[in-house]
Each structure stands twice: as C-alpha cells, then as structure tokens.
C-alpha cells in the first residue's frame, strides 16, 4: 500500500474520531450537573435571570438541536461564540452574532502559547531523551545506565506541580537565573518570549524524558542480539558505531512512536505546569471553559487536542515507514 | 605446508556456557592448527560446538560463553589475553566471518554496498571509493547479476542465493587472511547452494585465504576442506585430510555419520490399475491474492500404503499444494476426493470423519507443540476428540500411541515439550497425527531440522508405521536424500506446476525433464570431486539460478 494511500484512509478514520469525539464531550458536558447559566450567577440566581440568560444563548432548546447546530457551524470552520462572551455583548447591548467573541479568535493565541510551549521542550527532551537513551545501551548495566533509569523515573514519579515547584527554588529563588512567571503576551521579542518559556519547559522535558529515554534504550538493546548486530561486532566496529549506525536506524519505529505519543501529551496535557507558572496556554482555558459549562469553548477544545493526537500519530506512522528500507522501496 | 607457521593456533580450547547460574562445557579441549591458505572443515551435529569454536577462531564468544582455559593464537597474536582494541583491530580487517543467514545478518537499514565498504573503511585499509570498485569486481567474480548496481540495493531486494554470494564478497572486503565461514549454504536451496559454493571455493583460491567451513553437510565439506575435524558435543572425535576420512574413517561416530545416506527402502510396486486412490487432486489451481496464483492445475494421486514425495524448491507451491487437501486454502478450481468421494474445498464444510482420516506432521516440532501441555494432553486431545474416549481408555490408547513411536510411555508422558529432544519432539508430532487413526498424512519437511542421524530414526519409524498400518504419505521435501530414502512415487514442483511425477527409481534414471536433472545434478555427493567434476562437464553458466534462468526463456 502507498503511503498516499495510508495518508487519505488515516485522515478519513480522523475525521470519523473527531466527529465521535465531538458527540461524547457534548453530552458529557451536558450531563454534569448545572449548566452555564447557573455556573454564572452562582447561589443568587434568580429562577427568572437563569431562564432570560438560557434564552439568550439558546440553552433551552432540546440538546439535540443545539448539537446539530453546532456540527453544522463547525463543519464551515465556525466554531461559534463562548458563552461567557455572548453573554457579556448581550449584557452590553451588543449583537451576540459580531466577530468580537468568536471561540476562534479566543482559542488561537492560547494554542499558538501552547504550541510554542511544546516546541521549546521537545527540542531540549527529544535530543536529550535519544542521547541518554543510546548512552544507556551503550554502557548497559553500568552506573550510568542505573543512574540515568533511577533520575528519569524519579523525575516521571513526582507531580508535575512539585518538579514545578523544585525548578523555581533552585533555578528563579536560589539562583535568579530565570523568571518564575510566564506572562506571555503579544508584541514580546522571540529571546524574552524563550526566557519566560524556559522553566515550564524544563519542568515538562523532566516529565516526558523517561519515558523516550526508556523506550530508546529498550528498542535498541532489544535488537542487540540479532544477527546482524553481531555481523557488525565481527566487522571490528567501535561499540559506540555499532549501536548508532546499525542497531538504531532500525530501533527508530517504536521510537518515533513514544516521541509522537510525548508531543501529543505536550499539547494537551499540560495543564498544571501553565497553572503553577501562569502560562497562557490552552490547557487552562480548557479547564476555565469546563468549570461554567462553556460549551463551544470546550467543544472546540477537545477538537484541538483530538486533531493533535489524531495528526501526530499519523505523522509517526509515516516516518516510521519512510525509517524502514522494505516498506519504502518495495522489492 | 608443515614448515610454515600455522596461521591460526588453538590450544586446549575449554568454553563454558552459562545460563541461569548452570556451567555447561561447550567445546572441551580442543586443539587446532589451521595453516596459510588451508581449508579447514569442522562437520558435527547441532549442540557440537561447531559455531563456538569457530568464532573462538576470531577471539569472540557469545554472550553467555565464556573461554575458561586454553590459548588462541592467530599470527603469534593472543585472542584470548590480548586487549579488546588489539583483537578488535584483527576482526574484519584480517579475519571475516560469513554468516548461515545471510539475510538475517545484513542490516536491513542499509544498502549492500555501503555494509560492504564499511570495514576496509573503518579499518582504513582502502578509501570509500577504492572499496567500491573493488567490491563491483568481486560481484562480478561471484557471477552476481548486474555487478555495478546491485550493491546500491538494500538486502531485501535480492535473493537469499544473492545475499550469500554478497556476504562472501563483504568477508573479502578487506582481503582477510582467515575467513570463518559458519553454514552459508544451509538455508538454501540445491540449485542456489551449489553456485554459492563454488564462488566461495573460487575465491578462497584465488585469493588464497584460509578458511574455516562449518557444516553439518559431509557432503559440502567434502567439496571445500583440504581438512576434516569431526566434533561430538565439544570433543573433538577425530581430525584427518578429507581424502582419508571420507575413504577410511577411523572412529565408530564418525562411521554412523557416514552411514546414514545409505538407509533406502524399495519402491513398492505400482498399485492396480483401477484401484481408488487415497487422495486425488485434478487440476487444482490456488492463488493467496486474486489473479495470482500460486499453483496451476496441479494433478496427482496417492494411493493406499504409499509415499508420494513432493518436491521442490522454496516458492514451488509445495505447501500451498498440502493446504489445498487440508481445506485452509479451497482452490480457485479443480477438485480433491478421498476414497474417491469429492472432498468439500473449505475445511469447515468437511465432517469430522474426513478431517479425522487426514492428518498432518509439521517441520517445525518445537513450535507445533503446545509447550504448557504434557505430552499426554497433547497426544490425548486427539484421542478424546476424534474417537471419544475419556479417563482411563484415554491414556492406555496414549500408552500405546508412545510405545508406537518407540518411546518409553511412563517415561514420557508426564513431560513437557521442553524436557525431550528435538527428535523426540518429532515422534510426538507422529504420535498426534496417529491418534486421529487417519490413512493418509502429510509430512511437512518432517526432517529438515533435525540431525541426520535423528532424521534417519525419523524416517525408519515412518515407513514402519506405514507398512503397519497401510498409511498413505505425502511427502513434502526440498531434500532429494529423503526422497530417495522412503518415497515410492515422485511429483516434482517447480513455480507451482507439476514438471514431473512418476515412479521413484524412473525419477532417478535419466532421461528427466531437464528441471529435475538440474535438481538431481545440485545434490552434492561424498565425492570430493564432484564439485570439480561437475563444474568442468556443464560449465559455471549451467548451474543454479543462471541455469533456471535459461530454462524459463526455453
């Protein structure tokens, strides 16, 4: 099968996960108790403004209506408005349908945030990961093999919110060499936008370099016994030639997998370090949208974080056959 | 040759292995000396150290072996002793290796060439360019096709014949002055060994190398050693020029071995005419993928208390022949009857009664037994399944089953596959095929992954069982030794068409069609000459796949 072929048939089945994903967030959201309107005025609602804000977003229309509307918009790339904003230009005496408030404009600089975020730790965690990964095969069962597996685990065990924390003792209160806030905003140079980035990422490249590491050193020793491995020994190689030229082009597939599997947790799974450093990312517009029901916002979350995974397994699927000489060139 | 310093010199060899804190010899005291230019032949059965000693020749050993005593020394160098840089220098550069599974020991991740120019490079013995073009010229010596582009291919892209023939190449890279060479034509077919045998021999002389050749086929070695050394579980049983040990062998293992061709049974007169046949395919035609099929009309009979040997070389349709009778693959078209009732094409259509009478024995004994079970679960299932019974009859008909194949049944029966031999292993897939009480069996290679010494009890017990019991057999084999052993009629394959079939001794007379000559011609024998001989009377172009490739434009 050509890989245009695989390409078209995966990103089929994707928009099929998308669209069943989309069904279950709408229904999960709607069967948490509350909705928007009671989110948003809390003990003091009034049976009376509860029902005026629910007409006003059309929340008192049956939940299937309100999802086809939804499916309609989306499948034109209109994604809607959030709640909190319609709410607002309504509350102001606005027209609900402008531009202003749409979930679009108020999600792209958060994944834009999110993605920069993701960027600047996988360039630190994926070289470093593969490095120390290859260095353990290398000198297997030594002491470096044991301490990189005992620090790597340690760092992977802890909550996210302490690695954080450690970070910001060691690195912005003992020795102030970076800032502990990530207050991002727009019209900041790329090297500021990179130094307030840098502690949040290196909080997320502790969290996900075991897990790559691990996988690196386990592929590649589990190739060590085939008899091309000891081919290359009986050739007089340098151990060191040995693992990297002939035991990790062909360890590279379950590699590129954890590596995609990794990213894909960057993008949608870190909420906690954005909390700890204030960084406007997505993860916390998220967990904001959930807590007052904020429907679209959520929808159009979810959409992100599915299409994230969805894309970046197919792109590790690709280079894992583009890594493998029999399934790239056909006999 | 004596007055010369041996190139390569083992003393009292002792190798340990070790697995789960259990010590085990694996070469015991063994002594060699192995002289400039010198073929030597290290023949033994599995489990005889052969492969250990031989990469001891090089200063390396497995994981899990460990050189416990003696002394290695290749050109006044210590393998043993010496640093692991020093000794790494030596390997590839002035010794090579050249693996059974050539396409197992090419990295599949890299193209031929740059696997080839990879050591004289690292060893810096040529540059990159030099390398190359040297390499180009040993393809073209060993008759490889295309010489200058096919090192720019990747390993799955040629043949197994054509990876060996590659793999000696890349030995020769470095123009090493000891090639350890551990069983490169095993895994091939007859009409591939013999042309990777004669390149090999062709450029240990040219370039007079020494060599060490591993085999467990004395009559490969008798093609390519000056020497014989004969192993038995790490001992050395004894060592002599090839001339000598193939005409007067001194010790009694060495004499066993030798004997094993010599089992041949008589072919069974022809049956009736008119009699029903136990198994009949007419014109089967299968194919895996739709419009390509793997066999084409294939026609033939066997009848009651009959071998019909199938054979032919890997992608001949043999086995996709055997899974059209089973019913795992039903045929495009054509029919199979039994006792001369048509057989329903798909297996799950078939009764009980006509799966019972068809039984099948696998190549592969380790694997197609059920390793959890005790042997009589394995052998008793059939018996429950097939004829009912339960409890205490179950197990006297397993008693029976065991005592049948020659095993010890209170012995046996409460083991698992794990704690018997190959060649047991073997009996008890017979004993499960017995079980089912079925007339005809197919045999799978039953014997190619066995000794030939164990392989010889296999094949006794076969035709024993057959004359016992009026079994029918359809033989599947790639080895013409085993046809002529045990078969009685002869169905030749050849890209999923019947070339030839007739009677066993017909077979093995001339005139044959020329695909089964060439077949019959590849089969090495104990002459040391043959290989000679026949290189001189039908020229290097008419052997191996140069001779198949002329055969298919005819």
Same mark, same amino acid.
């Given at each position: 099968m050509g890989i245009l072929s695989i390409i078209i048939k995966r990103l089929g089945l994707g928009v099929l996960t998308l669209f069943l994903v989309s069904i279950i967030i709408f229904l999960a959201v709607n069967m948490l108790p509350g909705d928007f309107a009671q989110a948003l005025l809390g003990q003091a609602a009034t049976p009376e403004a509860v029902a005026a804000i629910r007409a006003d977003l059309g929340l008192d229309r049956p939940i299937a209506n309100r999802y086809f509307d939804w499916l309609v918009g989306a499948a034109r790339g209109d994604f809607g408005t959030s709640f909190a904003q319609a709410n607002f230009s309504a509350y102001v005496g606005e027209n609900s349908s402008s531009n202003y408030g749409s979930v679009a404009t108020q999600l792209a600089p958060r994944f834009a945030n999110t993605v920069f975020l993701a960027s600047v730790t996988a360039v630190i965690a994926i070289p470093i990961s593969l490095a120390i990964g290859i260095l353990a095969a290398l000198y297997r069962y030594s002491i470096f093999d044991r301490v990189a597996n005992v620090s790597t685990l340690t760092s992977i065990s802890s909550p996210e919110f302490f690695v954080a924390y450690i970070l910001i003792l060691v690195l912005a209160v003992l020795n102030p060499l970076l800032p502990s806030l990530s207050n991002i905003f727009d019209g900041m140079s790329f090297a500021e936008r990179l130094e307030k980035t840098l502690l949040p990422a290196l909080t997320l490249t502790l969290v996900v370099t075991a897990h790559m590491m691990r996988m690196t050193r386990a592929a590649i020793i589990n190739l060590l016994a085939s008899p091309y491995i000891e081919m290359a020994r009986l050739k007089g190689l340098s151990p060191f030639r040995v693992i990297v030229v002939h035991a990790l082009p062909n360890a590279l597939a379950p590699i590129i997998n954890v590596v995609a599997l990794n990213l894909a947790y960057l993008i949608t799974g870190v909420v906690v370090v954005e909390v700890v450093f204030v960084y406007p990312g997505i993860g916390q517009l998220f967990v904001d949208s959930v807590k007052i029901r904020d429907i679209p916002v959520v929808q159009a979350c979810c959409m992100v974080f599915a299409s994230a995974y969805i894309l970046l397994n197919l792109l590790a699927d690709i280079m894992a056959i583009l890594s493998n000489p029999r399934l790239r060139i056909p006999k | 040759?004596?007055?010369?310093?041996?190139?390569?010199?083992?003393?009292? &060899?002792?190798?340990? =292995? *070790?697995?789960?804190?259990?010590?085990?010899?694996? $070469?015991?005291?063994?002594?060699?000396?192995?002289? /400039? =230019?010198?073929?030597?032949?290290?023949?033994?059965?599995?489990?005889?150290?052969?492969?250990?000693?031989?990469?001891?020749?090089?200063?390396?050993?497995?994981?899990?072996?460990?050189?416990?005593?003696?002394?290695?020394?290749?050109?006044?160098?210590?393998?043993?002793?010496?640093?692991? +840089?020093?000794?790494?220098?030596?390997? =590839?550069?002035?010794?090579?290796?050249?693996?059974?599974?050539?396409?197992?020991?090419?990295?599949?991740?890299?193209? *031929?060439?740059?696997?080839?120019?990879?050591?004289?490079?690292?060893?810096?013995?040529?540059?990159? *360019?030099?390398?190359?073009?040297?390499? *180009?010229?040993?393809?073209?010596?060993?008759? &490889?096709?295309? /010489? +200058?582009?096919? =090192?720019?291919?990747? /390993?799955?892209?040629?043949?197994?014949?054509?990876?060996? @023939?590659?793999?000696?190449?890349?030995?020769?890279?470095? @123009?090493?002055?000891?090639?350890?060479?551990?069983? /490169?034509?095993?895994?091939?077919?007859?009409?591939?060994? $013999?042309?990777? &045998?004669?390149?090999?021999?062709?450029?240990? +002389?040219?370039?007079?190398?020494?060599?060490?050749? $591993?085999?467990?086929? &004395?009559?490969?070695?008798?093609?390519?050693?000056d020497r014989i050394k004969v192993l038995l579980r790490g001992d050395e049983v004894e060592e002599n020029t090839t001339r000598s040990m193939l005409k007067s062998p001194r010790e009694s293992y060495t004499k066993s071995l030798w004997a094993v061709r010599s089992f041949e049974r008589k072919q069974k007169p022809p049956a009736k005419t008119g009699a029903t046949p136990v198994i009949s395919l007419k014109n089967v035609t299968a194919a895996y993928a739709k419009n390509d099929p793997v066999v084409r009309d294939v026609s033939f009979d066997i009848h009651a208390g009959r071998t019909v040997a199938v054979v032919g070389e890997s992608g001949s349709g043999k086995s996709t022949t055997a899974r059209c009778i089973t019913g795992l693959l039903p045929p495009l078209t054509g029919s199979i009857s039994f006792d001369g009732t048509a057989l329903p094409p798909d297996y799950r259509q078939r009764s009980n009664e006509q799966l019972r009478q068809m039984q099948m024995i696998y190549q592969m004994a380790d694997t197609a037994l059920n390793p959890r079970k005790k042997i009589g679960e394995i052998i008793g299932r059939p018996v429950e399944f097939y004829l009912g019974l339960t409890g205490r009859e179950k197990r006297q008909r397993v008693e029976e089953l065991l005592a049948q194949i020659e095993l010890e049944p209170t012995e046996f029966i409460d083991r698992y596959p794990a704690e018997i031999s190959g060649g047991q292993k073997q009996r008890i897939g017979i004993a499960r095929a017995l079980a089912a009480e079925p007339k005809f069996i197919i045999c799978d290679e039953v014997t190619s992954a066995l000794d030939q010494l164990v392989a010889e009890g296999i094949l006794r017990l076969l035709t024993d069982l057959q004359d016992k019991m009026q079994l029918s057999f359809m033989l599947i084999t790639h080895d013409l030794s085993t046809v002529r052993a045990i078969a009685d009629e002869v169905v030749v394959m050849k890209d999923g068409i019947v070339v030839e079939s007739g009677p066993k001794n017909d077979m093995f007379t001339p005139p044959h069609h020329a695909y089964t000559d060439l077949l019959l011609s590849s089969v090495p024998n104990m002459d040391p000459d043959w290989l000679d001989n026949l290189l001189a009377s039908r020229g290097a172009d008419n052997i191996g796949d140069a001779a198949i490739e002329k055969m298919n434009k005819n």
């Open positions: - | 040759m004596t007055n010369t310093k041996p190139l390569l010199k083992i003393r009292d &060899l002792q190798i340990d =292995g *070790i697995s789960d804190e259990t010590r085990s010899r694996i $070469i015991n005291k063994v002594s060699l000396d192995l002289y /400039p =230019g010198e073929v030597l032949g290290l023949i033994g059965e599995s489990g005889a150290g052969k492969s250990t000693l031989g990469l001891a020749g090089m200063g390396f050993t497995r994981d899990g072996c460990e050189i416990v005593g003696g002394s290695i020394e290749f050109d006044g160098i210590d393998l043993v002793n010496s640093p692991l +840089e020093k000794r790494r220098r030596l390997l =590839g550069s002035r010794i090579a290796y050249v693996a059974q599974s050539a396409a197992a020991s090419f990295n599949p991740s890299h193209k *031929i060439m740059y696997q080839h120019t990879e050591a004289p490079v690292f060893h810096r013995k040529f540059s990159r *360019i030099d390398a190359e073009t040297d390499a *180009i010229n040993l393809y073209r010596r060993l008759r &490889l096709p295309q /010489p +200058e582009m096919i =090192g720019f291919r990747y /390993p799955h892209q040629l043949s197994g014949g054509q990876l060996q @023939r590659a793999m000696t190449a890349m030995a020769m890279s470095c @123009r090493p002055d000891l090639i350890i060479f551990d069983e /490169p034509t095993t895994a091939l077919d007859v009409t591939t060994q $013999i042309e990777v &045998l004669s390149a090999i021999r062709d450029i240990v +002389e040219q370039f007079s190398t020494a060599a060490i050749y $591993i085999t467990h086929d &004395l009559a490969v070695v008798a093609q390519m050693a």
